[in-house]
């Protein structure tokens, strides 16, 4: 038995070869265990004799067992590297490389200039309530400025926001009442605007609330300016403009001298000089108290810009819907950003 099994073993080709020869000797009906099992029939005198021999032959095959074993996985890995193996003359396969889409770039470095200055980062839902995006702002029902941000309504109550003012009220609400706010709030935002070359029904927005004791509309003016002149990384003047927002008061927008011709006028500008590039002002009183803040105590202003006007700007990129169709050979242009 010995004999023969060490044959077997010796000439077993595979892993599963020798798991059989194991279950043929040494499995529970195996003949090595048949031997075993068998002692019970012989006599006192030949028990000791028989079983020590079958432990030796037990232990025996079962080191040659193990040895096998090893050779083969050792040369079972051996032929898998021999046929895995890596030809590093091969000519490479490029991979087409991404880029930031300009849009996104604009957008990260509107938030960096205003980390900058100490802003931190808030952001609220795209599907918001008509409370938020309206009520809450000074905007009823019936108020003529809803006319200005003509929805997509999901239900009566709840609509895809018209821009990131909403953001305004839901953090002073989570601050209760505690100053200073300081966030800006970045996000999409949707209308029933028709596509043209400035318009888009779905675009980007960027927020921006302070909320503090003695804020006062030079602040405004000033970070403003400053932010202006950081993003667009020249000198620059800026003027403010009555306006008009519910949610604001007094209400502006804010121009730039424009940067294609530095104010001479040019088409950019349609020969004024100037491009608007915000809308601001002093947060509205009833804002303030309906989110919970004392507005005998604090002030607050707040702006929102459209960060594609912007990168039309920057870049001048003259359709704001060649942010939207992704074509590569216009998002290619931005690779390095
Ligand atoms: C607002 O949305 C106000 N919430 C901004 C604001 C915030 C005022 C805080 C005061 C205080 P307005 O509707 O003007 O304002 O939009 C702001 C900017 O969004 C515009 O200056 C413009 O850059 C951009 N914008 C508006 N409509 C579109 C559109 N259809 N496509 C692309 N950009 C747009």
Redesign the pocket.
Same mark, same amino acid.
């Given at each position: 038995l010995k004999k023969e099994a060490q044959s077997l073993i010796a000439a077993a080709g595979s892993p599963e070869e020798l798991k059989q020869l194991r279950v043929k000797y040494l499995g529970k009906k195996g003949e090595l265990t048949a031997v075993l099992r068998g002692m019970k029939d012989l006599s006192p005198e030949e028990r000791p004799v028989v079983g020590s021999l079958a432990n030796e032959v037990r232990s025996q095959l079962e080191q040659w067992m193990e040895t096998k074993e090893r050779e083969l996985s050792e040369s079972l890995l051996e032929a898998r590297l021999k046929t895995e193996a890596v030809d590093v003359t091969l000519p490479a396969v490029s991979r087409p490389q991404g880029g930031i889409h300009p849009l996104s770039a604009v957008i990260e470095e509107i938030e960096d200039i205003f980390i900058g200055m100490g802003f931190t980062v808030a952001e609220g839902p795209e599907v918001e309530l008509d409370s938020y995006n309206f009520e809450a702002l000074n905007i009823p029902k019936d108020h003529p400025a809803r006319d200005?941000?003509d929805s997509f309504y999901i239900t009566p109550e709840i609509l895809l926001r018209?821009?990131?003012?909403p953001v305004?009220v839901r953090t002073m609400e989570e601050r209760e009442g505690q100053v200073p706010v300081k966030v800006i709030c970045p996000g999409k935002?949707y209308?029933r605007?028709n596509d043209d070359a400035?318009?888009?029904?779905q675009?980007t927005?960027v +927020?921006?609330l302070v909320v503090d004791r003695g804020i006062a509309m030079s602040e405004l003016h000033g970070i403003l300016q400053e932010f202006a002149q950081k993003l667009f990384d020249m000198t620059l003047d800026t003027r403010l403009r009555p306006s008009y /927002?519910p /949610?604001?008061e007094p209400?502006v +927008?804010m121009d730039i001298s424009c940067v294609q011709c530095g104010g001479s006028g040019c088409r950019m500008c349609k020969q004024t000089g100037w491009i +608007?590039?915000? =809308?601001? =002002?002093m947060v509205h009183p009833r804002v303030l108290k309906g989110a919970g803040y004392d507005s005998e105590r604090y002030t607050g202003f707040? /702006? =929102?810009? =459209?960060p +594609?006007?912007?990168a039309l700007l920057k870049y001048g990129i003259d359709d704001?819907r060649q942010f939207y169709t992704n074509d590569l050979k216009f998002l290619r242009q931005f690779q390095t950003l």
């Open positions: 200005m941000q018209t821009h990131t003012s305004q935002v209308r605007d400035t318009h888009s029904h675009f927005q +927020e921006g /927002f /949610f604001t209400s +927008e +608007e590039i915000l =809308g601001a =002002g707040a /702006f =929102g810009m =459209g +594609e006007r912007i704001i």
